[in-house]
Each structure stands twice: as structure tokens, then as C-alpha cells.
């Protein structure tokens, strides 16, 4: 493989995927791996597959243990953070923050950038997680853990939409390293979502689906007023806010 490999698949795309949005366990990948960045974001919704399944396990044997709905709920939300090492929360906090504590582009991307978490952050984690719990607590009673799993893909499609869509806001970070994804990454990684949503929930899906692109978009709006595009954070936040999204809307279903 080459440096400047343009291959639409590769055998090393699923593992880098996780590797970069996850922080389980993972064999050390070839360097030459890491040329297919961009490319690989077609596999981000797997990488959502495989956190989604770990979560959804320990909420079945919670389940299994009789546990009230609400500890179920903590415990599945808790192991979703877990998997990834908060790293969509932080962007959630992050983005939070900086959009919304800064009055200049340049303002707001520093404080974006510093790791210190402030008032607007704390709210934010504080009413994002509450609704993610309280929607996962409805989705436990209606036995429809499914809807956790087609909400972690679907969340993780939208990511490559936003860095194929909007340029960097700055010239450095993760989302700068990665790269723009090629417009069939994009597609690829969204038709992928699409097709394990339905397949997992059926025309329940739908709605849910169109909710979260909704609320990605308006993250991607907000951003490219704000900063003038998108960084790492922006991401993260696209992707708590179209998970929650999607989760409330398939409880609206039930």
C-alpha cells in the first residue's frame, strides 16, 4: 500500500476506523495504514456497530439481573463513553464552550482548543446525557435495545458528511490529520447506516434517520457561522447531538 493508496476498500479500513474512534484494545496497526484516513471513514458506522454492541451486552445482562430501567440506562450510556474514551462528549463540551463563550472566530477556537471545560460545557454534558439516558430507559422498556445499536451507526455516518462538507477551521487537530473523506466514503458510509437501521428496525428508522441528519446540519450551520468550519469538536458534537436525536425521535415511535 502506498502512500497515496486511493482504493475505495481496504482490509486495514474497519480496524482504523476503530482505532481512531474508539479506545478499545486494538492490535498496532502498520504505519502505511494510516495514508487511508480520509478513505476509511466509510467504516465509521461499523466502528458505532461494535460500541453499540458492547453497550447493548451489558444492558442485556443487565436486563438479565433484573436491574431497574434507570440503572440499565446508566450502565448502557456509561459503557458507550467508556468505549470511545468520552471523546464525542468532550467535543459535545468543547463545542459548547468555545461557540458559545467566544465573540471572534479566533476566541472561540481557542477556547475550543483548551482543555479546561467551563459553564456552558458542564450544561451541556449535564442535559445531553440526561436526555440520552431517559430516551435509552424507554427504549430498555419497550425491549428495543436495537435502536441503540442503529442510533451509534447512524450518529458515526453523519461524522465524514460534515468533513467532506465543511473545510477546517484550523490548521491542526485530528479532523485536519484525517482529511477530508472522498465523496464515495461519504456515500458509502451513509448507505451502510441507512441499510443496518432498516434492517434493524424497519420503517421505524426512518423518522429517526431524518431527525438526525436535521440535527447535523444545524450543528454544521451554527460551525460554519460561527468558526468558519469544522475541527474535531465539532464533529464530536455533530455526533452526540444526531445520536440523542435519533434516539428521542424512535422513542416518540413507541
Known amino acids: 500500500m502506498h ?24 492490535p498496532r496497526l502498520p504505519d502505511q495504514a494510516f495514508a487511508r484516513q480520509s478513505q476509511a471513514a466509510w467504516a465509521y458506522p461499523l466502528a458505532g456497530l461494535v460500541v453499540g454492541a458492547l453497550a447493548c451486552g451489558v444492558g ?50 481557542e477556547i475550543m482548543k483548551d482543555s479546561h471545560i467551563g459553564t456552558y460545557g458542564v450544561l451541556a454534558l449535564m442535559f445531553f446525557q440526561l436526555l440520552r439516558i431517559a430516551a435509552v430507559v424507554t427504549l430498555v422498556g419497550a425491549n428495543l435495545l436495537t435502536g441503540v445499536l442503529a442510533a451509534c ?49 424497519g420503517a421505524q428508522a426512518v423518522l429517526p434517520m431524518i431527525c438526525a441528519l436535521f440535527a447535523a446540519a444545524i450543528v454544521a450551520r451554527i460551525a460554519r457561522i460561527k468558526i468558519g468550519g469544522q475541527t474535531g469538536d465539532i464533529l464530536g458534537a455533530a455526533q452526540q447531538v444526531s445520536e440523542i436525536v435519533f434516539l428521542l425521535a424512535l422513542t416518540a415511535l413507541i
Open 153 to 201: 451507526m447512524f450518529s458515526r455516518a453523519v461524522m465524514p458528511a460534515l468533513m467532506h462538507a465543511l473545510p477546517n477551521a484550523r490548521n491542526s487537530g485530528l479532523s485536519h490529520s484525517v482529511g477530508a473523506p472522498p465523496l464515495f466514503a461519504v456515500l458509502a458510509g451513509i448507505g451502510l447506516a441507512i441499510l443496518l437501521a432498516l434492517l434493524l428496525l
Open 3 to 26: 502512500k497515496n493508496d486511493t482504493a475505495p476498500f481496504s482490509r486495514w479500513d474497519i480496524p482504523l476506523a476503530l482505532v481512531l474512534l474508539t479506545r478499545l484494545p486494538l
Open 60 to 109: 442485556w445482562i443487565a436486563i438479565w439481573a433484573q436491574l431497574p430501567l434507570f440503572a440499565i440506562a446508566t450502565l448502557l450510556v456509561a459503557v458507550l463513553i467508556i468505549a470511545t474514551g468520552a471523546m464525542h462528549e468532550d467535543g459535545l463540551a468543547d463545542t459548547a464552550d468555545g461557540l458559545w463563550g467566544g465573540f471572534t472566530t479566533e476566541r472561540r477556537l
